[in-house]
Nanobody
Framework: EVQLQASGGGLVQAGGSLRLSCAVS????????IAWFRQAPGKEHEGAAC????????VYSDSVKGRFTIASDNAKNTVSLQMNSLKADDTAVYYC??????????????????WGQGTQVTVSS
């Protein structure tokens, strides 16, 4: 059974940083795409970043590029999202998701079958 567990959300002031972590189990970690999505109130899911750790391939959405960094720890089967220079617009529930046995780095939610529970990130202005 594929399971994803997101953690690390919280309240931070604009300009600050947070680091999210996603613990993954039940799949071959290295050759599965793991992504972070977010959903703000009244809005649809928005992709933020994706990584396939075996080839260290990553992709970022334009809205987070240069501020967020996705990374994987193969020994611990975790994927982190380091978020710097946070803005009020980054306020959302953040989810990690897995596209099992896929080497495609995409941030399209339709590609992902497995989702963790969300973690709330609130950025105060």
């Amino acid at each position: 059974e594929v399971q994803l567990q997101a953690s690390g959300g919280g309240l931070v002031q604009a300009g600050g940083s947070l680091r999210l972590s996603c613990a993954v189990s039940g799949l071959t970690f290295g050759n599965s795409a793991i992504a972070w999505f977010r959903q703000a109130p009244g809005k649809e899911h928005e992709g933020a970043a994706c990584i396939v750790s075996d080839n260290d391939d990553t992709v970022y959405s334009d809205s987070v590029k240069g501020r967020f960094t996705i990374a994987s720890d193969n020994a611990k089967n975790t994927v982190s999202l380091q978020m710097n220079s946070l803005k009020a617009d980054d306020t959302a529930v953040y989810y990690c998701a897995a596209d099992k046995d896929s080497l495609r780095v995409v941030v399209d939610s339709r590609e992902y079958d497995y989702w963790g529970q969300g973690t709330q990130v609130t950025v105060s202005s």
